[in-house]
């Protein structure tokens, strides 16, 4: 069987929700002829934690874990936090903090930590990773970005040793859209720029979540369109097999958002429309589950919707998936046309209404619409007209199937098969 290293940031027991797709399509590769191997880092202590998800990991699989420095202690230092507080990601960028330490560490993170705040991984997971390949058999290495520093290891490996080297962008990387609202010096543009195109070159194949993200990676490096192609996020059909739906015991519905959501995907009309149907005796009471930003939760209080808004927290993936089973609505906010949310794959298999806010967003538009699942609106938009056509939502299973993440595993493994010919 032949054999390959992932590299990726996030892996149990970490929380973080961009593990599921490596370690899912790890779970399904031996179907495919290949056996993973994963390195990853120590200790994780900006994520939350899933113990749950260490029952996941194949145990064929070796998991090599490497040392990091983490900016992040510093970050906290200097901003008085005690070191055992998680961060919240929507804050460490968020306008909201006016705060001079605030702004000087936002400064430092964007121009300072290349190609991110992670990059003090670099050193130690090549050399943790090199001892592993010089001991073992390697055929293909696969990175998981961001934090896009994965991508940097994995290109350096693959020179070092000569093996087939394939990253898969989760995100974009030079033009992400929380950098327009940063500043950034020419200085650091340019070298991430050249560390971006470095990868791009040395990738024996790309591998990107969206079809519009390769789009624009081809408009810049248009080498690349040979040599690349488009594996949604999807979900993990097994994760639904005994999970029951939670009961909200709420006298009204239930609208969630589960994940990460920021200060740039605030649908503030939404808000406001939510709030004029309960005044009319509706009853929708909101749910986030993960992290939200300031000026969200800001925006929620002004708009007097604080008494129908819970916020849970982090919860462990099969807790958050029992109470979006549980929901009747499903809110997922896209932050740029490029971007296609990971937990839409999960909102669709679970199959409640979904309400999408992303302005230009025709690709997550086009999932919604053929697969019948909901509607997609821009940030300024009320969504009054889901609610007006919810009852005709139908999910068209056989397109929605398609995004089992067992099937991405072979087509990655025809992927990797293909580039060691």
């Given at each position: 069987?032949?054999?390959?290293l ?11 929700a ?5 370690l899912?399509v ?14 990853t880092?120590m200790e994780?202590?900006?994520?939350f934690?899933?113990?749950s998800?260490?029952n ?11 040392k ?5 202690d510093l ?52 050399k943790?990773?090199?001892e592993?390949?010089?001991k ?10 961001p934090?896009?520093?994965?991508q940097?290891i994995?290109?350096?490996?693959g ?11 989760i995100d ?21 720029s ?10 024996s194949h ?15 490096y248009p ?9 949604y996020?999807g ?9 029951k ?10 609208l969630v958002?589960?994940?990460?959501i ?17 005044e009319?005796?509706e ?16 925006t929620?209080e002004?708009t ?5 808004t819970?916020?849970l927290?982090f ?66 938009e ?21 995004f ?10 025809t992927?990797?098969?293909t580039?060691?010919?």
């Amino acid at each position: 069987m032949k054999k390959v290293l992932f590299i990726t940031y996030y892996f149990p027991p970490s929380g973080k929700a961009s593990l599921h797709f490596p370690l899912y399509v790890m779970k399904h590769l031996p179907d495919f002829g290949w056996q993973s191997s994963v390195l990853t880092v120590m200790e994780d202590k900006f994520s939350f934690r899933d113990e749950s998800l260490l029952n996941d990991i194949p145990p064929s699989t070796d998991v090599i874990k490497s040392k990091t420095f983490e900016p992040f202690d510093l970050y906290k230092k200097f901003l008085g936090k005690d070191k055992d507080v998680q961060l919240i990601a929507s804050e460490t960028i968020s306008k909201e903090d006016k705060s001079i330490s605030h702004r000087i560490s936002v400064w430092i993170r964007m121009n300072l930590f290349i190609p991110d705040a992670r990059v003090g991984w670099y050193l130690p997971g090549v050399k943790k990773a090199s001892e592993y390949i010089k001991k073992n058999k390697v055929d293909a290495i696969v990175s998981i970005g961001p934090p896009h520093t994965a991508q940097l290891i994995g290109k350096k490996l693959g020179q070092k040793f000569n093996i087939p080297f394939v990253p898969v962008f989760i995100d974009p990387w030079t033009d992400i859209i929380y950098y327009k609202e940063q500043k950034r010096n020419w200085i650091t543009k340019a070298i991430d720029s050249s560390l971006e195109e470095s990868v791009i070159k040395q990738a024996s194949h790309i591998i990107f979540v969206t079809e519009t993200m390769r789009t624009d990676f081809i408009k810049k490096y248009p080498f690349a369109r040979e040599k690349s192609s488009v594996l949604y996020w999807g979900y993990n059909e097994e994760d639904f097999e005994s999970i029951k739906p939670y009961d909200w015991k709420e006298d009204g519905r239930v609208l969630v958002h589960a994940g990460n959501i920021f200060d740039y995907q605030n649908p503030v009309n939404f808000w406001k429309h939510i709030r004029k149907r309960n005044e009319n005796g509706e009853k929708i009471k909101i749910k986030f589950i993960g992290t939200v930003s300031p000026a969200i939760k800001n925006t929620i209080e002004e708009t007097g919707l604080s008494a129908d808004t819970e916020y849970l927290g982090f919860l462990s993936y099969k807790e958050m998936l029992s109470r979006l089973m549980g929901a009747d609505y499903l809110l997922v906010c896209a932050s740029e046309p490029r971007h296609v949310p990971g937990k839409l794959f999960e909102y669709l298999r679970i199959g409640k209404p979904i309400i999408a806010f992303g302005d230009g967003n025709n690709e997550v538009e086009k999932i919604l619409t053929d697969s019948g699942a909901g509607m997609l609106f821009h940030y300024d938009e009320s969504g009054e007209e889901f609610f007006s056509s919810k009852k005709t939502f139908k999910n068209n299973f056989e397109i929605i199937k398609k995004f089992d993440r067992k099937g991405t595993a072979e087509k990655i493994a025809t992927i990797l098969s293909t580039i060691n010919l």
